[in-house]
């Protein structure tokens, strides 16, 4: 027998800005990156992914961009600036993104060119993924709206959209070239979406960083009030937390374990047996609720911490139960313990709470102890 042995490493780097009016003729951000990305003498091209949860508020954004490539041309911005349905909805019917790839091919966006996606967390991960299948990967720019896709999602390196009725079964591992975290679109941000995001700084915080789980409770009141410097702090250190594991970590997921989806697996599932009307963050707060009490039951964190986690969680305003978690819940939620190792293969590895502020991963999960969890979630909810 004969054989050959490849071996080589790809570094990554990509950075995240942190700034405010993107599109702003003085903020020279953008252009500055764009124009010397890779070969500066090398003409490139960009096409413009918008999400319409943001061109209905922001009416004037297009103009903003058109007028912004007349004052800098960093690159040639493609005639047509795509505008389509964001939210989970965008991730749920292959149209969305593959109008994203017909754009693609009719512009000429090839693999020296770029996509700069404009939106949420769900809209990033729709276009992000229809980047990564055309041409074997165009250059991705994201540009996240929420707090949730500022603080998480939109820093990481996964894109993805649903199928076959499971959240996130097609998708990619393809790290974008930059991130530009602009501040000013949380202004326009309802009282739902300003809210969810945080769910993902109090995981972070739960399994990484006990400090920051003080500082979001001594924070919570400024941030209800929408206090905007205080968002930006919490959307800076989620962040970096969040890019600091990847880092440190398994950034492609070889293995079985996803500590950053500490409060997920409950969570991917509500989301669907909702039909999506739960915002992520909220069915995330949710989730960490059930994993903090089981984590409790199972003899790791103590009633006071329990009590301390479900405390900050209804101080930020998130309900911590939801009818669907006791219908049928030993279907649901084997189902969704099912789908969760599926989707990373191999063994089960569900992230629990050691302590606050300290991860634990566990193999297997008790199915009465789940069920207690939830009761006790909806005698206190």
């Known amino acids: 027998m004969q054989s050959l042995k490849q071996h080589f490493q790809v570094p990554y780097s990509y950075e995240v800005f942190f700034t405010e009016r993107l599109f702003a003729p ?10 010397n990305f890779g070969n500066p003498s090398f003409r490139k091209k960009i096409l413009f992914v918008l999400d319409k949860g943001i061109t209905d508020i922001q009416t004037q954004l297009t103009a903003e961009i058109v007028s912004y490539f007349q004052a800098h041309s960093p690159a040639d911005l493609a005639p047509e600036i795509l505008v389509l349905p964001g939210g989970e909805v965008c991730k749920n019917d292959p149209r969305f993104y593959e109008e994203v790839i017909r754009a693609l091919d009719e512009h000429g966006i090839d693999r020296h060119s770029f996509v700069a996606c404009i939106g949420g967390g769900a809209f990033l991960d729709m276009a992000g993924y229809a980047a990564a299948i055309s041409h074997r990967g165009v250059k991705f720019i994201r540009i996240p709206t929420t707090v949730l896709s500022q603080n998480d999602s939109g820093v990481g390196v996964k894109n993805s959209v649903n199928y076959l009725g499971k959240k996130n079964f097609l998708g990619t591992f393809a790290p974008p070239v930059a991130v530009f975290n602009d501040y000013s679109f949380l202004e ?5 979406d300003w809210r969810s995001g945080i769910a ?5 915080s739960l399994i990484k960083d006990i400090s920051f789980f003080t500082w979001l409770e001594s924070t919570a009141d400024a941030m209800n009030q929408r206090d905007k410097s205080v968002m930006i702090e919490q959307i800076y250190r989620c962040a970096s937390l969040h890019m600091q594991h990847i880092a440190s970590g398994d950034p492609f997921e070889l293995g079985s374990a996803r500590p950053l989806d500490f409060g997920h697996w409950a969570a991917h599932k509500l989301e669907y047996l909702s039909d999506f009307k739960i915002r992520h963050g909220e069915a995330v707060a949710i989730g960490i609720a059930l994993d903090s009490v089981y984590s409790h039951l199972i003899g790791h964190l103590t009633k006071e911490d329990v009590d301390r986690i479900i405390h900050l969680l209804k101080k930020l305003g998130f309900t911590i139960f939801h009818p669907a978690l006791a219908e049928n819940d030993k279907i649901n939620l084997t189902n969704g313990l099912n789908e969760f190792r599926e989707h990373l293969g191999g063994q089960l590895t569900i992230t629990l709470l050691e302590q606050v502020g300290k991860g634990v991963e566990v193999h297997e999960m008790d199915f009465d102890l789940i069920k207690k969890s939830v009761d006790y979630l909806e005698q206190i909810a």
């Open 26 to 35: 003085e903020n020279r951000v953008f252009a500055d990156f764009v124009q």
């Open 188 to 192: 326009s941000l309802g009282e739902r």
């Open 200 to 204: 993902e700084a109090v995981k972070v």
